[in-house]
């Protein structure tokens, strides 16, 4: 079984979103490969930050006879659209078109999510009953304003000693601080907003802290995996029980032992390696996980 090394581009609709499908032989199913937060191309990279999760997970599924179809987020590399405008239901209809299409060919459709896009693989299983299966790589379970105070929390413990000792000298509490800037948030009525100086996509976060996944995890009748990383501060590990507890359907869970949101494995817990970590392939266990995961789930499924 081999996978094609081009990929080919489609536009659709306004915002032109660009779809990558690697097509493999006999193929068995066709995931949809859903980004993380922040300005995201289709390959899971950000300008300054090449992740490539996205790309790849796409690489390693298509060795495993799994397509995948995956694309820029609106206003990023080849896609039309504002991405600071752009909000997280914005998101949920773009990752909609997409699967509604998927949905009309021969292969059963995986939805696969990681961070931001583990919450919208929620939402479309709630809305799309006949998805086969779902994903969520470095997910939550709680709405996404208490995701972003969990990440104040564990992210002020990642501070260095000498940065938390100027901090108090100076009296500031990351966390209090950070709070304030959400409530602020939570306030603004427009698109994009300046906060603390800098113009962020206000409309996303006000969605993004009203949504909690757990009704739509209930209602979602489709098989889910979840796998989080032990050494993640940006989604709380805890959270895989709540999900393993969801009513919906079969699921899976899985805490990877010392690998981080980005998927890398690490010694410790820290998000101050992230760019040298982003130089090694994500952990070489997940890919494998997933195509066995699905295998199991598609021997048993009614045909």
């Known amino acids: ?18 779809g990558v499908r690697r097509r493999v032989e006999a193929p068995v199913a066709l995931a949809v490969l859903l980004p993380g937060s922040g300005p995201i191309d289709r390959d899971g990279d950000a300008r300054g930050l090449a992740v490539g999760i996205q790309r790849q ?26 991405f600071l405008t752009t909000g997280f239901d914005d998101l949920l209809d773009d990752a909609l078109a997409i699967v509604d299409e998927a949905l009309g060919g021969e292969l059963p459709v995986i939805v696969i999510g990681h961070s931001e896009g583990a919450s919208v693989a929620a939402r479309v299983a709630a809305r799309r009953p006949s998805v086969a299966g779902v ?20 992210i002020a413990a990642d501070v260095p000693g000498v940065v938390r000792g100027l901090l108090r000298l100076l009296r500031t509490d990351v966390e209090q601080q950070t709070e304030k800037n ?29 949504y909690d996944p757990r009704a739509d995890l209930d209602a979602a009748p489709a098989p889910v995996l979840a796998i ?24 899976r869970t899985l805490a990877l032992d010392g690998v981080s949101h980005i998927l890398r494995s690490q010694p410790r817990p820290t998000l101050r390696t992230y760019r040298a970590d982003a130089r090694r392939p994500i952990d070489e266990r997940i890919v494998a996980i997933i195509a066995a995961w699905w295998s199991e789930i598609s021997e048993t499924a009614p045909q």
């Not at 994903?135 to 564990?154: D, F, I, P, T």
């Not at 948030?185 to 976060?205: K, P, Y």
């Open 228 to 251: 989080t990383g032990t050494f993640d501060l940006q989604s709380p590990p805890e959270d895989l029980a709540v999900i393993a507890a969801r009513t919906g359907g079969p699921t």
């Open 57 to 82: 997970l796409a690489m390693g599924l298509a060795e495993r006879g799994i397509e995948s179809v995956r694309w820029d987020k609106r206003g990023v590399g080849e896609s039309e659209g504002e």
């Open 1 to 18: 079984m081999t996978a094609a090394v081009d990929e080919h581009v489609e536009h659709r609709g306004a915002v032109r979103l660009v």
């Open 182 to 210: 959400r409530q602020r948030l939570l306030r603004t009525t427009g698109d994009a907003e300046r906060i603390g100086g800098a113009r962020v996509n206000a409309r996303w976060f006000r969605e993004f802290m009203a």
């Open 135 to 154: 994903v969520m790589l470095s997910g939550s379970a709680r709405s996404g304003l208490e995701v972003l105070r969990w990440q104040s929390r564990a």
